[in-house]
């Protein structure tokens, strides 16, 4: 059983540019959220996908977007990014929304 | 406005009981309570979930009031392994959207 898996572990993007970060969710799950971690801070949620549908967000802006593909693996995209965007991104996966969840290892995203 | 109140550290001895107090004032009608931990440089990492009263599993305890505005996690014994952050984990009904709001973890030392 493959875990839930994300690319790149590490990107260094200026600000005003637009990144893709992606997350491979474990076998046989069909929900994945997103979660961004400020350095010595909790997870804060960005949005959750069910069966390829938003099934939720967090206080987000809109240039944080989203998309869970028939496979279940889901993208995040920002536009515009700022210097605040800088942090780990979590991805994490599970059977339904309201059940564990099993996290990848995250994206470093670093904006200069 | 939704949010999870956990004291932000504590610390004890190994071989002792291990309580941390969550509140949860704003959880939805039929959300569950969920706790986390992790560790530097990791996802975080499912501990106990429960809806109410007490549920048990093989490294912790997870009481809930009947009114469900707290949760109490119990670690049986810590040992200095169970150094970690402690994260608890609700979802919020805004409108017609669902947030999953984490508390900003509570950082536990366990000494020897």
């Known amino acids: 059983e493959t875990g839930v898996t994300q690319s790149p572990t590490h990107l260094i993007k200026t600000r005003g540019q637009q990144v893709t970060l992606r997350c491979s969710s474990q076998?046989?799950?069909?929900?994945v959220s997103w979660y961004q971690q400020a350095l010595g801070q909790g997870p804060q949620f960005i949005f959750q996908?069910?069966?390829?549908?938003?099934?939720g967000r967090g206080n987000f802006p809109p240039r944080f977007s989203g998309l869970q593909f028939p496979n279940y693996s889901s993208e995040l995209n920002v536009n515009a990014l700022e210097l605040d965007d800088s942090a780990l991104y979590l991805c994490?996966?599970?059977?339904?929304?309201?059940?564990?969840?099993?996290f990848g290892p995250g994206t470093r995203l670093t904006v200069l | 406005l939704a949010k999870t109140t956990q004291p932000i550290s504590m610390d004890s001895y190994e071989g002792q009981e291990v309580n941390i107090t969550c509140s949860h004032n704003?959880?939805?009608?039929?959300?569950?309570i969920t706790w986390y931990q992790q560790f530097p440089s990791q996802g975080p990492r499912f501990i106990i979930q429960?809806?109410?009263?007490?549920v048990t599993n093989e490294v912790a305890s997870l009481f809930i009031p009947a009114d469900r505005k707290s949760s109490t996690l119990s670690l049986p014994r810590v040992s200095l392994s169970d150094t970690a952050v402690y994260y608890c984990?609700?979802?919020?009904?805004?409108?017609?959207?669902?947030?999953?709001?984490w508390g900003l973890g509570t950082s536990l030392a366990v000494n020897p």
């Open positions: 994490a996966s599970s059977w339904g929304r309201d059940n564990e969840q099993f």
């Open positions: 076998s046989g799950h069909n929900t």
């Open positions: 996908y069910y069966r390829e549908e938003e099934n």
């Open positions: 704003n959880i939805a009608t039929n959300d569950y």
């Open positions: 429960g809806y109410k009263t007490k």
């Open positions: 984990l609700v979802g919020v009904n805004a409108g017609n959207n669902r947030k999953l709001i």
